[in-house]
């Protein structure tokens, strides 16, 4: 296999002429392309794409991009953590090979009037409470994946309506590139890393690690034959009961088309997805109902 000893070194690109050279450079000597997107403030759950990445492909690039057109008028963007400076150094030790850091202008520069839909799998969830978001989504991974030119390209399944859709909108378009989902990396307690974890006090900390509790107490009763009307209402009863009192959804769902479970027994590889509100803070999270569905 080729190798390129002046890959030894992280690079970081800023422009999409650099990540095409570099890209264009490891593809005529033969190797193979990972890719990972990112906004930044990476923490453990990022660095697993990396590792995941690492061990697909010759060569990996992590994306480190705001996406502003993901953001409603009323949500984050202007206070939403950036860490360039720490985020470099920790992609440098975990062996990428290049970051991309494009600024809003390189991504949609003057003039710019093109977006990308995807229908159906967009609907509810996320979807039903921030309209806006997939379609900013779809855009921005539509381009990165255009720009990189990756052969695989790794999402994590903590976002799994958002995994859904990229690989359909992928499918769907022809891009031609492997998407692979990866899974949850967790706290201690078992909270979901997210970069919005840092807006937590104290207090809302604590009440956060218990939602993924809930969600596992629930796909397990899933697992076991319980309906799942009565599962989503008993785990309703055991969130409110433990303090959450913003919640935006929990609901049983087909793991490939997202569509709700039908009352009754669980028949089909599932989910149970949740979204909370925890002072200024929007978590989501979702557990996989555990096999045999039906024992």
């Not at 319980?226 to 309703?236: F, H, L, M, W």
């Not at 959804?249 to 989910?271: H, K, M, N, T, W």
Request: hydrophobic share 45%; glycine share 8%; proline share 5%.
């Amino acid at each position: 296999m080729p190798t390129a000893a002046v890959d030894s070194h992280m690079g970081v690109a800023r422009t999409l002429k650099a990540l095409r050279a570099r890209v264009d450079n490891w593809r005529n000597s033969g190797l193979s392309v990972a890719f990972a997107p990112t906004m930044g403030a990476l923490h453990d759950g990022h660095l697993s794409l990396v590792k995941r990445a690492l061990s697909l492909a010759d060569r990996t690039v992590v994306s480190i991009f705001v996406n502003p057109r993901q953001f409603a008028a009323h949500e984050d963007l202007g206070s939403y953590p950036r860490t360039e400076a720490r985020d470099l150094e920790l992609l440098q030790k975990a062996g990428c090979h290049l970051a991309y850091i494009p600024d809003p202008v390189e991504m949609y520069p003057a003039g710019y009037q093109t977006s990308v839909s995807v229908e159906g799998l967009s609907q509810g969830l996320c979807g039903a409470s921030r309209p806006h978001f997939f379609g900013g989504v779809a855009t921005v991974v539509c381009k990165l994946l255009n720009q990189c030119r990756p052969n695989v390209a790794i999402f994590g399944e903590k976002d799994f309506q958002q995994l859904a859709i990229i690989k359909r909108m992928v499918r769907d378009l022809d891009l031609g590139v492997d998407i692979v989902g990866a899974p949850i990396v967790r706290e201690k307690d078992g909270l979901a890393m997210s970069s919005r974890n840092v807006y937590l006090n104290e207090d809302e900390r604590l009440l956060a690690g218990r939602l993924n509790g809930v969600l596992a107490e629930t796909a397990a009763a899933l697992g076991r034959g319980e309906a799942a009307s009565i599962a989503v209402r008993d785990g309703r009863t055991k969130l409110e009961a433990a303090g959450f009192t913003a919640i935006d959804y929990f609901e049983v769902r087909d793991s490939a088309e997202l569509a709700l479970a039908p009352d009754g027994p669980i028949e089909r590889e599932s989910r149970v997805f949740a979204a909370v509100i925890v002072g200024r803070t929007r978590l989501i999270d979702n557990w996989a109902v555990p096999a045999p569905l039906n024992p």
